[in-house]
């Protein structure tokens, strides 16, 4: 089965740029979307299709995929972007919705 | 607005079953695929179940094929997840989550805010 890989943890200082990666054979071949989850709510997406931005996410918020890795990045920090992130992909060859074991972001 | 509630959640001892339930509201609900999602305590998301618009295709995660059947009535707006053969590991806070686009390839632009599942003797 299809398997998205992301590193445990994330620091950053506020107002410095936060990168979250996602790692999957080709992943770059996929389209990936990106959610963010606080404590005790329900995740929000925040890119969807690589790097697609909902109305309402701040354009700090962006994305990329090529290769083997899809990237999310947060420009400009703030203490309210601490939250979990999760990336996610289609597998087409399975029929099933992959989601990365998640990136805790913490803002120093 | 868009609005999804769960419901039918509590404790449940193992090998016992429960159905869960999403009121969907504030949006025409038989043109969304939808799943079900879960987050054990302190882990990551699980993608359950997805069910298309008309209930045409369903697929089911691998830990769940075999015990949990996904359904929707269009009619009353709800999506519903029948869990039997419930399993110590099954417990979590579950999702129900609507596919923005058509398909499988879609990201999920709406969830409910969960209920919690617990099976424990």
């Known amino acids: 089965s299809y398997v998205l890989t992301q590193s445990p943890s994330v620091s950053v200082a506020p107002g410095k740029t936060a990168t979250i990666t996602c790692g999957g054979n080709?992943?770059?071949?996929?389209?990936v979307h990106w959610y963010q989850q606080k404590p005790g709510q329900a995740p929000v997406v925040v890119v969807h299709?690589?790097?697609d931005r909902p109305s309402g996410i701040p354009e700090r918020f962006s994305g990329s995929n090529s290769g083997n890795t899809a990237t999310l990045t947060i420009s400009r920090v703030e203490a309210g972007d601490e939250a979990d992130y999760y990336c996610?992909?289609?597998?087409?060859?399975?029929?099933?919705?992959?989601f990365g074991g998640g990136t805790k972001l913490t803002v120093l | 607005q868009v609005q999804l509630v769960e419901s039918g959640g509590g404790l449940v001892k193992p090998g016992g079953s429960l159905r869960l339930s999403c009121a969907a509201s504030?949006?025409?609900?038989?043109?969304?695929?939808m799943s079900w999602i879960r987050q054990a305590p302190g882990k990551g998301l699980e993608w359950l179940s997805y069910?298309?618009?008309?209930?045409?295709?369903?697929y089911y995660a691998d830990s769940v094929k075999g015990r949990f059947t996904i359904s929707r009535d269009n009619g009353k707006n709800s999506l519903f997840l029948q869990m039997n053969s419930l399993r110590a590991e099954d417990s979590a806070v579950y999702y129900c989550?609507?596919?923005?686009?058509?398909?499988?390839?879609?990201?999920?632009?709406?969830w409910g805010q969960g209920t919690l599942v617990t099976v424990s003797s």
């Open positions: 989550a609507r596919g923005a686009t058509y398909g499988g390839n879609s990201h999920f632009d709406y």
């Open positions: 504030g949006f025409t609900f038989r043109g969304y695929y």
């Open positions: 069910i298309s618009s008309s209930s045409t295709t369903i």
């Open positions: 080709n992943i770059g071949s996929k389209s």
């Open positions: 299709d690589d790097s």
């Open positions: 996610q992909v289609w597998d087409s060859n399975s029929d099933h919705v992959v």
